[in-house]
């Protein structure tokens, strides 16, 4: 671990001059707000993040706060920006956090690793810039950076690539500055190292990058083995009575937890439980959403029903249809939504 290796210090001293320095969660030792920014910055892009993370530190402005809130309470403030079991974890690990550890984070990289919906890499930066700790960092972005600078091959999600990339993190890993150092590498990766189109002219390292001495930036690295996506399709009913839209709380675990959603299933199958009438119907064009792991249509019907005469079942609630988009909704929810919202006007 030294400071004299040429890609730890070029990228400190590019970091200095020409890095990010102004993003809402720098220039704090505040742990819950660096770890608050790291786990919405997981397969989020910064410019998505800024709002959101200042609308929930709004909430939410510290880690006993979050923890004496329900989820429900939570999720609103989360929706939209995906892969929700990262709220559900982040709502779990500030209630360890607060029953477990009195309040304080953990001040080392192991230690925060234990704690629910904290990966190694997350508690490394956490603990950097937080607690100044020599903790090596691995997102995605800096095995990106790796693999051009360092001209490794293989999938780097593979086990054997990625051991091989975590020694050599733990290698670069400078003496003083750790701070500097581990924003440098989120700096590059995200700004001039990027996936398509890499910046090489800016970049600090460029001059030993073998990457880019062997014209494979486009190569490097290597892309996971495809597989075909799988295709999912879910019939999802939008029931309105007057200007209320039935909406129905989603598990906790699972596909949107914890959000609100259109009941799936057809018409005929809530008018009994609801004691209502159907007066109007009409489908909505199949909306695709493509997931992580597989992409989902849904095909969606609206009813317009008279007042239901029956108590609603448990989880369901009537929304005011101009107001549902930004009840807690997730994305293609959102869309579908808005679509009859404007249909009606």
């Known amino acids: 671990m030294s400071l004299s290796h040429p890609f730890t210090a070029r990228l400190i001293a590019w970091q200095q001059q020409a890095g990010r320095h102004d993003l809402p969660w720098q220039n704090t030792r505040d742990p819950y707000r660096i770890w608050l920014s790291e786990i919405m910055l997981q397969q989020t892009q ?23 809130a329900s989820i429900d309470e939570v999720i609103p403030y989360w929706a939209g920006l995906g892969y929700y079991a990262r709220a559900r974890n982040l709502h779990r690990c500030a209630q360890v956090i607060a029953t477990v550890h009195g309040g304080h984070f953990p001040k080392t990289a192991l230690e925060l690793a234990e704690l629910p919906g904290i990966g190694r890499s997350t508690a490394a930066a ?13 997102d995605g972005n800096v095995k990106r950076v790796l693999c051009r600078q360092f001209g490794i091959e293989g999938f780097p999600g593979a086990k054997a690539v990625e051991t091989g990339l975590w020694q050599l993190a733990e290698r670069l890993l400078p003496e003083h ?40 930036q486009a190569v490097l690295p290597e892309a996971r083995p495809r597989a075909a996506i799988p295709e999912r399709s879910t019939a999802y009913v939008m029931l309105i009575a007057g200007n209320q839209v039935l909406l129905e709380r989603r598990p906790s675990e699972g596909l949107w937890g914890g959000l609100l959603s259109l009941p799936e299933g057809g018409i005929d199958d809530w008018l009994g439980q609801l004691g209502s009438t159907l007066r109007t119907e009409r489908p909505l064009p199949p909306l695709r959403h493509t997931f992580t792991h597989f992409r989902l249509t849904l095909q969606t019907v609206i009813g317009e029903i008279t007042p239901p005469k029956k108590p609603l079942p448990a989880g369901l609630t009537w929304v005011d249809l101009d107001a549902a988009p930004e009840a807690g909704v997730p994305t293609p929810i959102r869309t579908l939504l808005k679509q009859a919202a404007s249909g009606r006007r």
């Open 126 to 138: 956490v603990a950097a810039f937080a607690f100044g700790a020599q903790s090596a960092i691995l």
């Open 177 to 216: 500055g750790i701070e500097i150092y581990t924003q440098g590498l989120m700096d590059l990766g995200a700004t001039v190292c990027t996936r398509n189109r890499p910046k090489c002219g800016d970049c600090p390292v460029a001059e030993h990058c073998v990457a880019r001495l062997s014209e494979r």
């Open 46 to 68: 910064v410019i998505t993040v800024i709002p959101y993370y200042q609308r929930f530190l709004a909430r939410f402005p510290d880690v006993l706060s979050l923890a004496a």
